[in-house]
């Protein structure tokens, strides 16, 4: 067994399936293949947070930098960003249950726009997904012992 979560695993996994079924019904029911597409997503990071709540792995830390270079005589500039390990390490598996439960929601609120009449329960396996994520976050975070943080070798 890993060093996390097993039953945050188990709710991750859940919010997974329940998004892999609402992909289904956007595409066959509502016919719209872009809500299939955004639910698949969805269910794809479920099953990162999935793993990661399983094995309890660290998260790497990035420094960001962006340089704008202007180029003389033609008006344009070169942008360069450079991404750098900072070495720290953080514990992120409830971010991710807590920020994809967020975004399903933010998805499912501008689809149900779209969604008229009794057709609106259709959208109930995306609801039931962001559910999950959420428990999974909070489970992780009851069940896990650490390290929180940490430092890369």
């Known amino acids: 067994m890993g060093d996390g979560s097993k039953?945050?695993?188990?709710l991750f996994l859940l919010s997974a399936i329940?998004?892999?079924v609402q992909a289904v019904i956007s595409s066959l029911a509502f016919d719209d293949w872009m809500g299939a597409f955004v639910a698949g997503a969805f269910?794809?990071?479920m099953i990162m947070g999935m793993l990661m709540a399983y094995h309890g792995g660290l998260s790497?830390?990035?420094?960001?930098?962006?340089?704008?270079?202007?180029?003389y005589g033609t008006g344009t500039e070169t942008v360069t960003t450079t991404y750098t390990d900072t070495g720290d390490r953080i514990q992120m598996t409830?971010?991710?249950g807590i920020c994809g439960g967020i975004m399903i929601i933010v998805v499912l609120v501008m689809f149900g726009e779209g969604v008229s009449g009794s057709d609106i329960f259709l959208l109930a396996p995306g609801l039931v997904g962001a559910i999950f994520a959420f428990l999974a976050a909070i489970v992780f975070m009851?069940?896990?012992k650490g390290p929180w943080t940490g430092k890369a070798l």
């Open 94 to 96: 409830p971010c991710c």
């Open 60 to 71: 790497a830390v990035m420094n960001t930098t962006t340089t704008r270079t202007p180029n």
């Open 142 to 144: 009851i069940e896990y």
């Open 43 to 45: 269910a794809f990071v």
């Open 7 to 10: 039953n945050s695993a188990l």
């Open 18 to 20: 329940t998004l892999i």
